[in-house]
């Protein structure tokens, strides 16, 4: 199951081609079916532009989400499938261009992320099976001269109940593009046959092979090497460079100033690197040349003591913790994280004088469409953008940057350039998890019950400036998510947000804030639980009000890691749950310390999920496992460092990932509570980071605030005891 | 021009002889299973096999390559058993590190026919995956070398 390379074959197909072509979109007021096109016969059934029946039976899905291993070119699909009585084998997926039509129905742009591709597309794709699926059986009927009740669907074919007699979808589809395109097609409401059901990845043969295209695979003709020269400090400006020296290199064709630094262009990858080299740029100093990481971090802590804006007031906290029978003070410090997609930032353009490509690894397509738009000054039907596999994503190819540079070369060029970043200027030219820095106070009644929770959160603002219009009344909302509505019930709770500006750019990071927030949380709960002298499951159950999903997962977790059992020697048991992105997850993490070497060992980690209800349970589990190792990766071992007014991290040498020999044993429990459906590819990441330092706690007896809890952290938390 | 023989193909290059055999493949001989993320042999990506070896191919000059027999996961065939638990085991996420850590573990166990799973922990840990596959990776290694995993 391939998928077409040429987009451009697929937009003269769909677009300019003949064929009934028609639309599901979904607004606010509820579903719209139309018509975009009617066309002419003898060609694939195309009931709406989400799929395409052919007469050689082969269904093709084209999928506006993009496919960044959270396996979507599989779970969209089976949800028409689902609804279409399709047989499996016969699906094909393509990535759907870059067009209004494909645009997510809710957010009013095409572009992937926030863990929503499942949330805000089934009933779209649903109402889009379902209509095909009656015009089928319609085309059958007339076919027949029977009702259409005297019709079922199955397994790709439309069966005749009278006689049994059976028409495949494919010998239908040239009939059923006569019909009419229903309004309020039925969905159906029987038990399913695929959702709920482990399927295989349908891009998985093509990432065992070799044959995936991802966006730094792509080879266009004639197109030269990109690659840009960027300033090594935030905000530094271009004070000289080479050019003659440059193009002195062999295969070295041009040297452009761009907005964003100097290009050099050439006929193969390594002149283009050479001839970077060759540039001898000098640099002006940054608009903050001594920021390094000690300076940002004392300004996170002394930020501590500004007064921030209330996200939540409820109670009366001051006068509360003023006469606590316990009161519990703890200042924690997170760090800056990187991305590291595996695949480095890159982008292939091509603009001409009446045509403009874009190749890219994107989260983003509308972003890079109004982009193109913008930089070429051509007409919307006349850009392009193919989206290829993305080898990862995690919030940074939401990001738009490598495709203006790559624009702007080939526009200033006229050639088609592939831009490559090396993993060096990967690192140093992010959009980061923004550093922060929390202060938060915490009362016990003489019953040791939590009757007070103050949190004060020192962070920079994402949505500032990638989407300005969510900061409502100065907050932005991934600051302060998790903490807001953390799911205790507590009389008093006071959350304050202190907005914080620095030189260092942020941007979405998989999970976003709750990353951040759920370790907070979810340490300094535990640490109220050890004041209380309670178990910290117990202390949290008592603390959950009328919360019957979280109970049940919190439940789930426990008895499935052993709670309340002797641990094993040495090793010690940490819990946490957060709720993010529409799903619970709840995990405990099995870990020993090694007090001379301040190393942590995370054995196993026990994980329950609830996301509502589940397509591919497979991918679910697939999302755990993957949430957890990045989770953990974070919490034990990332951190950027950043000198001279730049980011001083350069590579995988000196800011590390988790490695295999670093990873625990994973066991995944779903919980389907059947309730609304929830994100999956962001839920696993969160909990894992305060259930190791909880776990920590009771194998070491040390609270651990900073992150990464690596060797250093430990020791030095293990000295100050 | 330098000859190379890649999957059992012979080919003339026109390249400089300290390009990495990684950037040759890639966007000389247009095979872009073999992927690059690092370029300091730090992750494993750039994994081929050079006369039967796991090589990170992102620190050989091409020229020490000359006369060698070169494989890329293009070259390993779809009924190889690690291609196939591979599958089976249901591995890649994003799938971007996975020609890499495919051609680490085939090199594996054409040594080591059945390893313990320290053997192949500490095998595989030059390799790296961001999405998180590594327990499955496990798994596959397992039911490549035919001992079942948690069948």
New interface residues.
Partial sequence: MSRSITRREFLKKSLAGAGLTIAVSMTPFGHKIFAIQEGKKDIPFKPNVWLQISPDDVITVYVNKSE????IYTSLPMIIAEELDADWKWIRVESAPARDEYKDPVWGSQSTGGSTSIRHMHDTLQKAGAAAREMLVKAAALTWKIEESDCETIAGKVINKKNGKSLTYGKLSQKAAQIKVPQEPKVKTGRPKLKGTSM??V????????????G??V?VKGML?GTVERPPAFGAKVISYDEKAALKIPGVRYVVPITRGIAVCSD???AAWKGKGALKTAWGKGVQPDMNTMTLEAEFLSYLDKKGLIARNDGDVISTLKKAAKKVEAVYLLPYLSH?????MNCTASVGKDACDVWVSTQNQTGVFELAKKITGLKPEQINVHTT?????FGRRAETDVVEEALEISKATGKPVKV?W??EEDMKNDFYRPGNSCRIEGALDDKGNLIAWSHKVVVPSIFARAMPGAVKNGIDPAAVEGIENMPYQIRNIKVEYVRIDTPVPVGFWRSVGSTHNAFTVESFIDEMANAAGRDPLEFRLSLLGNNPRLRLLLETVSEKAGWGKPPKTGQALGIAQHFCFGSYVAQVAEVSVDKQTGRIKVHRVVCAVDCGSVINP?TVR?QM??????GL?AALKEKVEFADGGVRSS???NYE?????E?P??EVHMVVSNDKLGGIGEPGVPPVAPAVANAVFKAAGVRLRHLPMNPETVLSALRKG | MIKLTVNEKEYKVDVLPDVPLLWVIREYLKLTGTKYVCGMGLCGSCTVHIDGKAVRSCQMPVNEAIGKKITTIEGIPDDHPVKKAWIKEQVPQCGYCQPGQIMEAAAFLAEKKNPTDEEIINHMSGNLCRCGTYPRIKLAIRTAAKKGGKQ
């Fill in positions: 960044m291993g959270q396996g295989a990845r891009d998985i043969p093509a990432k065992v092979n070799g044959s995936a295209v991802f730094l695979d080879q090497y193969t990858v390594d590291v997609n595996m695949e480095s596999y993305l080898g990862t994503g490559i090396t993993r497979d697939a496992e993957g949430g957890i190792i990045m990766s590579n995988l040498h990932v988790l490695r295999m020999h990873a044993e994973i």
